[in-house]
């Protein structure tokens, strides 16, 4: 099965920074929009730094990198790993005035080689599925009014204040507490639908979208995917989102036509595939070494606060 991955992050009008990542094939993406063609197994993240919290902005950029440099399949224990990311950035985190407990959310896919895929979520960002015409919710949001709901304290959302409902309850990198990774396998093989779709998307954009602006923006055979993603970026952004915005779209293909038919692009050559694979390389390059600058930004901020401890 092939697939297209194409994710897009806008800070908003009314941040000053953008503290969304996403993980799109193994790449980083900080900032408008990028697409790639892949095949199984592969990961693909959307990550919101905790607002309220220092440097969310660098805990996500963490979070997606460290994951991109997972060569990810079905023998990788994600748990293990996502709980070093969250070590590493809550060391990170507690090394400096302007990182102090800096935390971020993950909602992740992760399809392994046998086109098993599986949902991880750790705080609000979502994901969902749309297949034959209708989307729904594949993870739960880890928030406090969720909580006290399902510990039966509370019969309705609403008798809590907003800003109550929707504080999380659990985080990548927080000082308090190790994160609650949650996981929603796939019922049904992704893809044998012929629109079976997965979006990933921060709070900054599901907060303001509703499911059936959702569901109709996935019907309309008019755009490319990637405009389709761009348009509930800005819809949210008009609807009044005060956040950060974020989406990752995950499309299964298996035919050229299909592939023309989400990118607006024909599949042609071999030097078209030549291209991509020169592409992803020098992506690959670039994300060795930024994982390796935040290996050492790690390294050497835990280093000055043992050296400040032995003084």
């Excluded at 996502?82 to 302007?98: F, P, V």
Aim: charged share 25%.
């Amino acid at each position: 099965m092939n697939y297209y991955i194409y994710g897009y992050t806008d800070k908003g009008p009314y941040r000053l920074k953008n503290e969304d990542a996403m993980l799109v094939n193994q790449v980083a993406v900080t900032k408008g929009g990028f697409g790639s063609v892949c095949i199984a197994p592969l990961l693909a993240a959307v990550c919101d730094g905790v607002g309220g919290e220092k440097a969310g902005e660098l805990a996500s950029q963490m979070c997606v990198s460290s994951l991109g440099a997972i060569k990810y399949d079905s023998s990788v224990d994600l748990d293990k790993c996502i709980r070093k990311i969250h070590n590493k950035i809550k060391r990170t985190g507690i090394s400096g005035g302007d990182t102090v407990n800096m935390q971020t959310t993950l909602c992740l896919l992760a399809i392994d080689e046998y086109g098993d895929a599986v949902c991880i979520n750790i705080g609000d960002s979502r994901m969902y599925r749309y297949v034959n015409g209708c989307i729904r919710q594949i993870s739960k949001d880890q928030t406090y009014a969720r909580f006290l709901y399902e510990k039966g304290e509370i019969t309705s959302f609403k008798e809590l204040a907003p800003e109550e409902q929707g504080a999380i309850v659990s985080s990548v990198g927080s000082v308090l507490q190790e994160p609650q990774i949650d996981h929603f396998r796939f019922v049904n093989t992704f893809g044998e639908e012929a629109d079976d779709t997965v979006l990933i998307c921060s709070d900054g954009l599901s907060d303001f979208i509703t499911k059936d602006e959702l569901e109709i923006a996935m019907q309309i055979t008019s755009m490319t995917f990637s405009e389709k993603l761009e348009a509930l970026c800005q819809l949210a952004i008009r609807n009044g989102s005060t956040d950060n915005v974020s989406i990752i779209g995950i499309k299964p293909w298996q035919t050229p036509q299909q592939y023309e038919q989400l990118t607006g692009t024909p599949l042609t050559d071999k030097r078209d595939e030549d291209a991509v694979r020169a592409q992803m390389e020098c992506l690959e390059y670039q994300l060795r070494y930024e994982s390796m600058k935040l290996e050492e930004l790690a390294d050497s901020s835990f280093e000055s606060l043992l050296s400040s401890i032995d003084e």
